[in-house]
């Protein structure tokens, strides 16, 4: 069954003036969308220096997951994969509220279905977060209004999170009888196994300031008005890094973190620098430095 849940919301009284006014992520490099974006699901806003905007479309049910909407973000993320010219990835909800976890119709559909048909059916949000896990880009959540269950998810998957002051997150399933399941890996990577076990057991509704503290988030502004210079801000720091080397360094902590250092992982991470040395990217950067010039990514 589906991660938990849009009803979350009215617990912790956050009301849709309030998602309204903490809103609008609205950046001044992101062109107006076009005519017929307003409908889609999940937008994707881009701009010619690579920086890309996914925004969860779905404001009026608090971007709340159900198929389709977890179908439209797996498509987004693995659009991402083979794009080269990405550099950076913010990841939003439209309206004041990054995402309330599941959508009541949804779950009110599953309750019927057999084992079988909710395995099916949970693999889809398993893999969309996994593929957001997996773009070689860095994946930044903007947090504003709520974070809830799979929404909460979706800020764990990501590299780093930036949350508004007031934003509320919770892991509530199992006030349902239910599990976090598909969103464990991720929660736990980013918090670390004791938290997630108090998070997970106690369904304790947190706030931006205590999600810093678990390691959820990264930074929490004042308010929203920050987070044009936060984007601004590291679409710059970006620029200087190396797209592929971005994309490898990812890799080398999810495939290196937890393993024991022995002979076999010091021979594997010696391998990879040594192929990096001598990538195409390797030998412009090195060769930029000694010369005292930018290189090529970075102009």
């Not at 950046?27 to 701009?47: E, G, K, Q, W, Y």
């Not at 909710?118 to 889809?124: H, L, Q, S, V, Y």
């Not at 007031?166 to 736990?188: C, D, H, M, N, Q």
């Amino acid at each position: 069954m589906p991660e938990p849940t849009e009803s979350d919301l009215n617990a912790l009284d956050v009301t849709d003036a309030e998602a309204a006014e903490m809103n609008a992520i609205a950046h001044p490099f992101v062109a107006d969308p076009a005519p017929d974006a307003n409908d889609s699901l999940v937008r994707i806003d881009s701009t010619p220096e690579g920086i890309v905007f996914i925004t969860i479309n779905r404001p009026e049910k608090k971007n709340a997951f159900d198929a389709a909407t977890i179908a439209a973000l797996h498509e987004a993320f693995e659009t991402l994969h083979g794009a080269d010219h990405v550099r950076l990835v913010f990841l939003r909800g439209a309206g004041g509220t990054f995402c309330a976890g599941a959508d009541l119709g949804w779950m009110r559909d599953a309750a019927d279905w057999s084992e079988g048909e909710n395995r099916e059916d949970a693999m889809g949000l398993a893999k969309m977060l996994k593929s957001l896990h997996d773009v070689p880009a860095l994946t930044v959540a903007l947090v504003e209004g709520a974070a809830m269950g799979g929404g909460a998810g979706l800020v764990a998957a990501c590299d780093m999170a930036v949350a508004v002051k007031g934003a509320k997150f919770a892991f509530s399933e199992v006030r349902l009888g239910l599990i976090p399941a598909t969103i464990a890996p991720y929660v736990i990577e980013a918090v670390g196994a004791r938290t997630a076990r108090r998070l997970f057991a106690t369904a304790e509704a947190f706030d931006a300031d205590a999600a810093a503290a678990f390691g959820l988030v990264d930074r929490v502004l004042d308010s929203a008005d920050g987070i044009d210079g936060v984007v601004s801000d590291l679409s710059a720091s970006m620029k200087a890094c190396a797209p592929g080397a971005v994309g490898d360094a990812k890799r080398l902590v999810h495939e290196v973190a937890g393993q024991k250092v022995d002979r076999g992982l010091m021979e594997e991470t010696a391998r990879r620098i040594a192929r990096a040395r001598v990538s195409e990217e390797g030998q412009e950067g090195v060769r930029a430095f000694l010369d005292k010039r930018r290189p090529r990514w970075a102009e």
